[in-house]
């Protein structure tokens, strides 16, 4: 129960659904940056063409024909599936590969299976990638550390994609991201991104306190921390944050209340769930 008086709550939800196999997934639909609208009127830049079908090279299971539009044949590779290009430069911006096929339960009936190939590294305007519900995990299991030279990236979404250790330190280095979606444990470097507007945390597998580097996110728009394993009372430093519109801190064991810092905004949350 609150404390204060907070009258702009749209939807006050007491329960959310458990995903199994630990999948990072939200239980309301996330804030996206947007693509650009509008035709593309400038064909893609080769160097960058030869590196996504070098990507394509990576996958060794399509069973939805996700990049049968990649090949030789169709030169402008901004009209691949799944790709979005700078309408002016022709410079590759988005990168939207995830399995929208699910199961019941959210599981991915339909992944690319493969790995993650460096030649990512040619698409230095990429802003957007999205790669989530795919197995593409390859040999080492590991999140690949070359992503963090990605810099100009807003969006990641790596969820759902069963990695096996820890998220690398690289990925601090992106200064610019907005928006980060994945699975895995939690290191220190995660208090560099200072820029994300949505953070989604939820099935982890996260013990102990509300980390404590979620403090330097002040921009925080959505926070989602649900069915992770954290106790011990909600931090002060939550109700400080004025731009949260979502707070999902359900299937958890916190106790206490959302602190008063934030009465006297208004508005406040949009969307508030605390069951535990």
């Not at 590759?92 to 199961?103: E, F, P, W, Y």
Request: negative net charge; aromatic residues 6%.
């Amino acid at each position: 129960m609150l404390r204060c008086s907070v009258t702009s709550f749209l939807l006050l939800l007491l329960s959310s659904t458990t995903f199994s196999h630990g999948l990072s997934l939200a239980t309301h639909a996330p804030w996206q940056p947007q693509p650009p609208a509008g035709s593309n009127t400038a064909s893609c830049i080769r160097e960058e063409r030869d590196a996504l079908l070098a990507f394509k090279q990576g996958i060794t299971s399509d069973p939805e024909g996700d990049l049968a539009s990649w090949n030789e044949d169709q030169e402008d590779c901004c009209r691949w599936r799944g790709v979005r290009c700078s309408n002016t430069t022709g410079h590759v911006l988005k990168l939207r590969l995830r399995d929208t096929h699910a199961d019941p339960y959210g599981d991915p009936i339909t992944p690319l299976v493969g790995q993650i190939s460096q030649s990512l590294l040619a698409l230095e305007r990429l802003e957007y990638l999205d790669l989530s519900s795919n197995h593409l995990e390859g040999t080492t299991g590991r999140i690949p550390e070359f992503l963090g030279s990605l810099k100009n990236l807003k969006y990641l979404n790596l969820s759902g994609i069963m990695f096996s250790d820890k998220v690398p330190s690289q990925l601090g280095n992106l200064s610019n991201l907005q928006y980060l979606d994945l699975s895995g444990a939690l290191p220190k470097v995660m208090e560099q991104l200072t820029n994300l507007v949505v953070l989604d945390l939820s099935g982890n597998n996260i013990t102990g306190p509300v980390p404590a580097f979620i403090r330097s996110m002040a921009g925080l728009v959505l926070l989602d921390l649900s069915s992770n394993k954290m106790e011990g009372p909600i931090p002060k430093f939550i109700g400080q944050f004025t731009s949260l519109r979502t707070l999902d801190l359900s299937n958890n064991h916190l106790n206490g209340s959302v602190p008063e810092e934030p009465c006297g905004y208004v508005p406040w949350f949009a969307i508030f769930v605390m069951s535990n």
